[in-house]
């Protein structure tokens, strides 16, 4: 049984830091590329990050230069480290994990919220 299980939420205040983690279960991590989506309310989920098998990270305008993503395939887990939090981050964070090829596959973690406010 394939989980991703999200972690790290919570209520910070603009300007603040927060590092989310994606625990990975039921399949070979190092092989999938991760990501990470987030919602906020009445929005269509949007891309946030990615990182490909070989560490190579891509970013969403919106929080380049803010947002750090990255792996450990030992612990099989990827982070999501979040700096200079504004209140428009304010959004339920969802982990991906994509499999490319000839079986493709696709899955998600149940989201961790994340609210910047003061």
């Known amino acids: 049984q394939v989980q991703l299980v999200e972690s790290g939420g919570g209520l910070v205040q603009p300007g603040g830091s927060l590092r989310l983690s994606c625990a990975a279960s039921?399949?070979?991590?190092?092989?999938?590329?991760m990501a990470w989506y987030r919602q906020a309310p009445g929005k269509q989920r949007e891309l946030v990050a990615t990182?490909?098998?070989?560490?190579?990270?891509k970013y969403a305008d919106s929080v380049k230069g803010r947002f750090t993503i990255s792996r450990e395939n030992r612990k099989k887990t990827a982070y999501l480290q979040m700096n200079g939090l504004k209140p428009e981050d304010t959004a339920v964070y969802y982990c991906?994990?994509?499999?490319?090829?000839?079986?493709?596959?696709?899955?998600w973690g149940q989201g961790t919220q994340v609210t910047v406010s003061s």
């Open positions: 991906n994990a994509r499999l490319s090829g000839v079986s493709p596959r696709d899955y």
């Open positions: 039921g399949i070979n991590f190092a092989i999938y590329d």
């Open positions: 990182i490909s098998t070989s560490g190579r990270g």
